[in-house]
Nanobody, 128 residues
Framework: QVQLVESGGGLVQAGGSLRVSCVAS????????MAWFRQAPGKEREFVAG????????YYADSVKGRFTISRDKAKNTVNLQMNSLKPEDTAVYYC?????????????????????WGQGTQVTVSS
């Protein structure tokens, strides 16, 4: 069974930086797309960033574009999210998700409904 384990969350002041990471463990997981979502209290889960594993093509929500960077390390089966210029509204639980579907479209990446595996989440809190 494949597991995604996030790490790196924490508390940071507005304007600061954090990096969260997600490692895939278990049986071989051939991901085509990895992504980060977040959910703030009382709000729906929302797409943050995604990356196509083979090509490295990246996608970002407008709210984080220019501040967040998603990257992957194929050798370590890890996807990272570097978050800079953090704002209080970035406070949320951040979830890693993976899909093994080569046909995943941009709409699929953003929708978040058809991923094969999810991590347990890591809390990111940005104080003002």
């Amino acid at each position: 069974q494949v597991q995604l384990v996030e790490s790196g969350g924490g508390l940071v002041q507005a304007g600061g930086s954090l990096r969260v990471s997600c490692v895939a463990s278990g049986r071989t997981f051939s991901a085509y797309v990895m992504a980060w979502f977040r959910q703030a209290p009382g709000k729906e889960r929302e797409f943050v960033a995604g990356i196509r594993w083979n090509t490295g093509r990246t996608y970002y929500a407008d709210s984080v574009k220019g501040r967040f960077t998603i990257s992957r390390d194929k050798a370590k089966n890890t996807v990272n999210l570097q978050m800079n210029s953090l704002k209080p509204e970035d406070t949320a639980v951040y979830y890693c998700a993976g899909s093994q579907r080569w046909s995943f479209t941009y709409a699929d990446i953003v929708a978040g409904t058809d991923y094969d595996v999810w991590g347990q989440g890591t809390q990111v809190t940005v104080s003002s």
